[in-house]
């Protein structure tokens, strides 16, 4: 992809924008990314690289803003981030002896399973009853093996351990950008390395990202859980329909 057209940036910029709103009140914006990515030209390994700039420039603007709004302490992210960053350099691996589409198929019927807890909890107030100490570092762990496996759709799982750990669903999607940003930067040199970033798309994508964390922030922070429950439940229902094979 040497240059792109008008009507390609105007697309870059819409669907980043729409999918940085997205992953920063649930997650799952890179399904829509990653194939548009693919729609204008670019192979899906390349597609798949080029996205990761776009997620990290989204991560990285909504953490700022959460930070400066008071919903994301940095001391929060070290029981989250230390367990999540070793699941994920196993992740590959730890999917070998299960085939892609069996894992998307028991991951999306959990994921709507997940979804239980998360429409009874009706007061924003009302805390998860947490994992313990070493359930955490397990869980954490457990989705960082999705991440390094999958990664697509890895921040509404995280949102829901962070709920079942106690926080509201403000916080929890604060420590959720802070943490995917550091997941990303840590994968993106790996891409790089390996050419598969398309630097241009890759970069008016980010904008469109960009634009997009600062608005799910700012409705975040105006909305709190009466705003994010029904997107986090619209994202959910996306990507277990999507990882079911309904379409």
Same mark, same amino acid.
Do not use: C
């Given at each position: ?5 008008? %009507?390609?940036?105007a697309a870059l910029l819409a669907g980043g924008f729409f999918a940085g ?57 070290l029981p989250v981030l230390a367990p999540l960053l070793a699941g994920s ?15 998307? /198929? ?9 979804? =239980?807890?998360?429409? /009874? ?12 100490? =070493?359930?955490?570092?397990?869980v954490f762990f457990g989705l960082g093996l999705y991440g390094g496996a ?24 604060? =420590? ?8 990303? %930067?840590?994968? =993106? ?28 922030? /700012? ?6 859980? /009466? ?7 619209? %994202? ?12």
């Amino acid at each position: 992809m040497d240059g792109l057209s008008p %009507a390609s940036i105007a697309a870059l910029l819409a669907g980043g924008f729409f999918a940085g709103v997205v992953n920063t009140l649930a997650g799952g914006g890179s399904l829509l990314t990653v194939p548009l990515l693919v729609l204008l030209g670019l192979p899906g390994t390349v597609a798949n690289g080029t996205n990761r700039v776009g997620v990290l420039i989204q991560a990285l603007v909504a953490t700022l803003r959460f930070r400066h709004g008071g919903q994301l302490e940095l001391r929060s992210l070290l029981p989250v981030l230390a367990p999540l960053l070793a699941g994920s350099l196993l992740g590959a691996s730890a999917i070998s002896r299960v085939t892609d589409a069996t894992f998307e /198929r028991v991951f999306g019927a959990v994921m709507l399973l997940l979804l =239980i807890p998360i429409l /009874r909890r009706t007061r924003a107030t009302l805390p998860g009853p947490g994992f313990g100490r =070493i359930g955490s570092a397990l869980v954490f762990f457990g989705l960082g093996l999705y991440g390094g496996a999958i990664q697509a759709g890895v921040g509404i799982p995280l949102v829901f351990a962070l709920v079942y750990a106690g926080h509201d669903l403000v916080r929890a999607n604060a =420590i959720k950008v802070a943490v995917i940003a550091s997941l990303t %930067a840590s994968a =993106i040199p790996v891409f790089a390395l390996e050419g598969q970033i398309a630097w241009v798309p890759a970069l008016v994508l980010g904008a469109g990202f960009a634009v997009g964390a600062e608005l799910g922030v /700012r409705l975040a922070l105006a909305g709190g859980e /009466r705003l994010i429950r029904p997107v986090l439940v619209a %994202a959910v229902l996306g990507l277990a329909g999507h990882m079911l094979g309904l379409y």
